[in-house]
T-cell receptor, first 114, second 113 residues
Framework: GAGVSQSPSNKVTEKGKDVELRCDPI?????LYWYRQSLGQGLEFLIY????????KSGLPSDRFSAERTGGSVSTLTIQRTQQEDSAVYLC????????????FGPGTRLTVL | GNSVTQMEGPVTLSEEAFLTINCTYT??????LFWYVQYPGEGLQLLLK?????DKGSNKGFEATYRKETTSFHLEKGSVQVSDSAVYFC????????????FGQGTTLQVKP
């Protein structure tokens, strides 16, 4: 079946602009996660959704970052007023609800802020 | 808080050599433990997992045993191949309700023919 998909695969933007990153999870997966992979910080958790609610936003680095999920499916991560330190690969993963379940990762969106 | 520490790389081995990548963790409660692999140009994929103490996860010739007494989850393979060249990440999922993954810093493995 279809895996987790993300779009765009690459995004180049200018400092100060807003960007939206999209994630389509595996159908039926109620849990959705966003992570960020960067050279300096490794792989970091950003936010967790269960259905449409986000009970854990503890990894969002600043109030410029926000995310939403609609219909228990598609999620959008928005970064406002982008900064150069936001440059990274943003990964989305989905899983069934239980914490021991495997998370399936999408291919990521590579964001470059000039 | 919860954390994962992996041995630093890069690790360079000859084909058919024995592989060990060390991973230790700090966690409250009873986390599940995972090894994920990222092949060149590809996304993260699960290699193996273990959900409770003394469980052994295995896949593609790789093994790791959940050792609660030493808080470790070392990855081993008896005979590596060139195709095993990749970045390997050890991770734990918190024992709370979220299941978010906490990753180690990753270990790059290069296998030479």
């Amino acid at each position: 079946g279809a895996g987790v998909s993300q779009s765009p695969s690459n995004k180049v933007t200018e400092k100060g602009k807003d960007v939206e990153l999209r994630c389509d999870p595996i159908s039926g997966h109620t849990a959705l996660y966003w992570y960020r992979q960067s050279l300096g910080q490794g792989l970091e958790f950003l936010i967790y959704f269960q259905g449409n609610s986000a009970p854990d936003k503890s990894g969002l680095p600043s109030d410029r970052f926000s995310a939403e999920r609609t219909g228990g499916s598609v999620s959008t991560l928005t970064i406002q007023r982008t900064q150069q330190e936001d440059s990274a690969v943003y990964l989305c993963a989905s899983s069934l609800a239980r914490h021991s379940d495997t998370q399936y990762f999408g291919p990521g969106t590579r964001l470059t802020v000039l | 808080g919860n954390s994962v520490t992996q041995m630093e790389g890069p690790v360079t081995l000859s084909e058919e050599a024995f592989l060990t990548i060390n991973c230790t963790y700090t966690a409250t409660g009873y986390p599940s433990l995972f090894w994920y692999v990222q092949y060149p140009g590809e996304g993260l994929q699960l290699l193996l997992k273990a959900t409770k103490a003394d469980d052994k996860g295995s896949n593609k010739g790789f093994e790791a045993t959940y050792r609660k007494e030493t808080t470790s989850f070392h990855l081993e393979k008896g005979s590596v191949q060139v195709s095993d060249s990749a970045v390997y990440f050890c991770a734990l999922s918190d024992s709370g309700n979220t299941g978010k993954l906490i990753f180690g810093q990753g270990t790059t493995l290069q296998v030479k023919p």
